[in-house]
T-cell receptor, first 123, second 111 residues
Framework: EVLLVESGGGLVQPGRSLRLSCYAS????????VHWVRQAPGKGLEWIGF??????????EYAASAKGRITISRDDSKSSAHLQLSNLQIEDTAMYHC??????????????WGRGTLITVSS | DIVMTQSPRFLPVIPGEPASISCRSS???????????VDWYLQKSGQSPQLLIY???NRASGVADRFSGSGSGTDFTLKISRVEAEDVGVYYC?????????FGQGTKVEI
């Protein structure tokens, strides 16, 4: 079974940092780009960034709202990806989803989504 | 950033009847390859989003053929030929031509 499982969320004070992890099973994560999408409570979806595959340099792109405060990394040997968030603000409170993207064969949608991990930023 | 505008924001539907959602982008999403870089997703209550349509008109694996995507440039449509009760939820379009990828605000579909 293809699965993405996020972890690392929780309650955190404003200004602190947090590192989320995403573990893949049932497929080779290294063959895919990895995206992070968040959803604030009762709100819509917000794409916050992605990391390319190793054969594309493992470079990342970020949304302007998060640029400078987030870093996406990956460790294909451990079938994992990570989202480092710093200087967290109240408005970063959201469910954070890890999502599978394009492959070496091309793009066929963000076709697998994790259930998400919730970050609550509050003093 | 490219802005994606969906309409309507709320769509009451009748089982067995057709339904459609519009998505308009602030810039053309037509790639030099001839493909339109827009996807459609459905988020059912309490669930993670699921892919319906990718690159404008390609139905994702396992998606019922009553769902179809069309359009080009800046205007796109998701159509449900005959709505079923399980189709309720919030539908999102998303552009992936230029980072940052951006979603529409969502359209809530209810019976």
């Amino acid at each position: 079974e293809v699965l993405l499982v996020e972890s690392g969320g929780g309650l955190v004070q404003p200004g602190r940092s947090l590192r989320l992890s995403c573990y893949a099973s049932g497929f080779s994560l290294g063959d895919y780009t990895v995206h992070w999408v968040r959803q604030a409570p009762g709100k819509g979806l917000e794409w916050i960034g992605f990391i390319r595959r190793k054969d594309r340099g493992e470079t990342a792109e970020y949304a302007a709202s998060a640029k400078g405060r987030i870093t996406i990394s990956r460790d294909d040997s451990k079938s994992s990806a990570h989202l480092q968030l710093s200087n967290l603000q109240i408005e970063d409170t959201a469910m954070y989803h890890c999502v599978r993207g394009g492959t070496t064969s091309g793009y066929s949608g963000l076709d697998q989504w994790g259930r998400g991990t919730l970050i609550t930023v509050s003093s | 950033d490219i802005v994606m505008t969906q309409s309507p924001r709320f769509l009451p539907v009748i089982p067995g009847e057709p339904a459609s959602i519009s998505c308009r982008s602030s810039q053309s999403l037509l790639h030099s390859s001839g493909r339109n870089y827009v996807d459609w997703y459905l988020q059912k209550s309490g669930q993670s989003p699921q892919l319906l349509i990718y690159l404008g008109s390609n139905r994702a694996s396992g998606v019922a053929d009553r769902f179809s995507g069309s359009g080009s440039g800046t205007d796109f449509t998701l159509k449900i030929s005959r709505v079923e009760a399980e189709d309720v939820g919030v539908y999102y379009c998303m552009q992936l031509l230029h980072p940052p990828w951006t979603f529409g605000q969502g359209t809530k579909v209810e019976i």
